[in-house]
């Protein structure tokens, strides 16, 4: 692994994501600095112009891309990097966009022959007039990250007005089948899927499901790693896991989702709902989780990442 590399880490952004973004900043600084490296954190604010002004001032051999949500995992900062000709962390521009906008992932899955969840597009409108699917069902933003936004409509629930009035994440959403069981993920490093690890929300502390604030609240889930699951369907969580981050043209670090259905008599039913291009490298994020049960340090998957980085001009 090499060292002495001139690193920007950027981080912070205008997204929703902005605060969990900052906390991943601050540990890559620091476990980066560890490994001697030069490190400068950057905070992207809102004035593209400051942005690339202060990239080139700082010159880095490579920036640590450590946004999340809107403009950090879309392929924007990604297009200026390249642009810039600047080498950089995790995907590029193709493989980030079309991670983040749902549909577009979805259709390279099921081109993929991938397991997904029975869903659709609709103009959120839409949802006022009728159920669009059988209920229970999923509404989520289009391209929105860490659960931001994502309801459940439940038999008997009067969410689907809540939903609208409350939605600001563009004019349509995907709605899915509710998949029942538990929340499973396996994050990616190059070629290599980690471990499965099996995720659920502290009972009593008021999530539905693996929400934002179960993601990034102490104490707001339970991670079992390795889960506690069926070796072969653990088995296949991994290989699913490496093929979409190959299907989408990942490169660098991923982590898949999942829903596991084994709530009934029949067989188990694997659904994978999104790769996210962009894994938290909090304190409480998955994908550090799994490479320190793996044997690999956090200073040593930052610095990974960083060896990783590329400029796709």
Same mark, same amino acid.
């Given at each position: 692994? @090499?060292? +002495?590399?001139? %690193? $920007?880490? *950027?981080?912070? #952004?205008?997204?929703?994501?902005?605060? =969990?973004?900052?906390?991943?900043?601050?540990?890559?600084?620091?476990?980066?600095? @560890?490994? +001697?490296?030069? %490190? $400068?954190? *950057?905070?992207? #604010?809102?004035?593209?112009?400051?942005? =690339?002004?202060?990239?080139?001032?700082?010159?880095?051999?490579?920036?640590?891309?450590?946004?999340?949500?809107?403009?950090?995992?879309?392929?924007?900062?990604?297009?200026?990097?390249?642009?810039?000709?600047?080498?950089?962390?995790?995907?590029?521009?193709?493989?980030?966009?079309?991670?983040?906008?749902?549909?577009?992932?979805?259709?390279?899955?099921?081109?993929?022959?991938?397991?997904?969840?029975?869903?659709?597009?609709?103009?959120?409108?839409?949802?006022?007039?009728?159920?669009?699917?059988?209920?229970?069902?999923?509404?989520?933003?289009?391209?929105?990250?860490?659960?931001?936004?994502?309801?459940?409509?439940?038999?008997?629930?009067?969410?689907?007005?809540?939903?609208?009035?409350?939605?600001?994440?563009?004019?349509?959403?995907?709605?899915?089948?509710?998949?029942?069981?538990?929340?499973?993920?396996?994050?990616?490093?190059?070629?290599?899927?980690?471990?499965?690890?099996?995720?659920?929300?502290?009972?009593?502390?008021?999530?539905?499901?693996?929400?934002?604030?179960?993601?990034?609240?102490?104490?707001?889930?339970?991670?079992?790693?390795?889960?506690?699951?069926?070796?072969?369907?653990?088995?296949?969580?991994?290989?699913?896991?490496?093929?979409?981050?190959?299907?989408?043209?990942?490169?660098?670090?991923?982590?898949?989702?999942?829903?596991?259905?084994?709530?009934?008599?029949?067989?188990?039913?694997?659904?994978?709902?999104?790769?996210?291009?962009?894994?938290?490298?909090?304190?409480?994020?998955?994908?550090?989780?799994?490479?320190?049960?793996?044997?690999?340090?956090?200073?040593?998957?930052?610095?990974?990442?960083?060896?990783?980085?590329?400029?796709?001009?």
């Amino acid at each position: 692994m @090499s060292t +002495g590399k001139r %690193v $920007t880490v *950027l981080m912070g #952004g205008i997204s929703s994501e902005r605060e =969990v973004s900052l906390s991943s900043g601050r540990n890559v600084v620091e476990a980066l600095s @560890s490994l +001697g490296h030069t %490190v $400068t954190a *950057l905070d992207a #604010g809102a004035d593209l112009g400051v942005l =690339v002004a202060q990239l080139k001032e700082q010159k880095p051999d490579v920036v640590f891309n450590a946004l999340h949500g809107q403009f950090g995992e879309d392929g924007c900062i990604q297009g200026i990097l390249d642009w810039m000709g600047l080498p950089y962390t995790h995907s590029g521009v193709r493989a980030s966009a079309t991670a983040m906008d749902k549909a577009a992932a979805r259709a390279v899955f099921l081109a993929a022959k991938l397991p997904v969840a029975e869903g659709k597009v609709i103009r959120i409108e839409d949802l006022t007039k009728a159920d669009p699917l059988p209920m229970p069902y999923v509404v989520k933003p289009l391209s929105e990250g860490s659960s931001v936004g994502v309801s459940i409509v439940r038999e008997g629930s009067n969410a689907r007005h809540s939903i609208v009035e409350n939605w600001h994440y563009g004019p349509h959403a995907l709605v899915e089948e509710f998949i029942p069981g538990r929340e499973i993920t396996v994050g990616v490093m190059g070629d290599r899927a980690l471990t499965v690890t099996d995720i659920t929300p502290t009972p009593g502390a008021g999530h539905d499901f693996y929400d934002y604030a179960a993601k990034y609240t102490a104490g707001g889930s339970a991670h079992v790693l390795p889960a506690q699951i069926d070796p072969e369907i653990a088995e296949q969580a991994c290989a699913i896991s490496v093929a979409a981050h190959q299907a989408l043209g990942c490169s660098g670090a991923s982590r898949s989702d999942f829903r596991l259905d084994d709530t009934g008599p029949g067989p188990a039913r694997l659904i994978l709902l999104e790769v996210n291009t962009q894994p938290g490298m909090t304190a409480t994020s998955l994908l550090p989780e799994q490479a320190a049960y793996c044997g690999i340090s956090y200073p040593d998957l930052c610095g990974w990442l960083v060896d990783q980085a590329t400029c796709r001009e």
